[in-house]
């Protein structure tokens, strides 16, 4: 049973999977989707959303990444997809669930669940144009705006030259409203000769337990669940191992936020950035610590770098050893 983590746009970027990789559990990553139009990319474009290219394809703890490439043109992503193997990338992984409305109005994304014959011919042209070490593999949703052709593009991925596939389990028109719809994976891991992978609600052990139950596959990719709750793979990898679960409490959290907070500040092409990014993962953490919720309320209306980095310094529990004193 493998565990990965999602890509997301603008949530999980290079400082956060390596965060969350060390934390462990997380058997491979994939980047934030790079988006080819009509040439081919410079080495630039890869590397600033892939940078762990440069170090062998795998984030500081260890963990493998994948590289992800969204677009339309067969012969033009094949290109970028060749070129991106040339710069390390160990496994190319397309993207066609994006529900974005501007990624989809630019025919990327979710939208090409529409045209199962282009889905076929995107995969066979990478799968064309790359070595036989370099792997393909796909990230789709049940459709756009209803799941009947699931398995017909499940079958197209697949049939095109995709090693694996990851099934967010929703449409397109769903987005990520609960419920994701585990049971309809079932039909597609029966259509298809490669390993799925199910994605989409899982916030908890709990619900990993009913994803696998109900879609019938063992390998899961995790996302916002994630993002609220760092050592999320951790515990469901205890779990599978047979040992003892212990959640991380604030007092592991809040160093985890600071280190990200220290990072985001001292990038220098992004400073101005720091307080929206470290607000955006507030929001999510405090689904399940009280604590980041708190500080939320507290930063929310504050720009200030140095004001919030006293507040979140501030949050910091007391060790042991100071209360004895």
Partial sequence: MQLALAPMEGLIDETLRSLLTEVGGIDWCVSEFVRVNQTLLPAHCFLKLAPELKRGSRTPSGTPMRLQ?????????ADNAAFAATLGAPVIDLNFGCPAKTVNKSRGGAVLLKEPELLHAIVSAVRA???AT???????RLGFDHAEDAVTCAQALADGGA???????RTKVDGYKPPAYWERIGAIRDAV???????????SVDDWRRCRSLSG???????RGMIARPDLARQIAAVRDGREVTPMGWAEI???????????????ATPRHAPGLLKQWLVWLGRSYLEAEALFVAVRTLNDIAAIGALLAASAPLDAAALDR
């Fill in 69 to 77: 490439l969204l677009g339309s043109d067969p012969s033009c992503v």
């Fill in 217 to 223: 596959v063992d390998d899961v990719m995790l996302g």
């Fill in 163 to 169: 090693a694996s596939l990851v099934v967010h389990a």
């Fill in 254 to 268: 809040q160093p985890l936020l600071q280190r990200y907070w220290d990072i985001v500040c001292g990038n220098v």
């Fill in 193 to 203: 000769k490669v390993p799925v992978f199910a994605n989409g609600e899982v916030w």
């Fill in 134 to 140: 370099v792997p393909v593999t796909a990230k789709m």
């Fill in 129 to 131: 144009a790359l070595p």
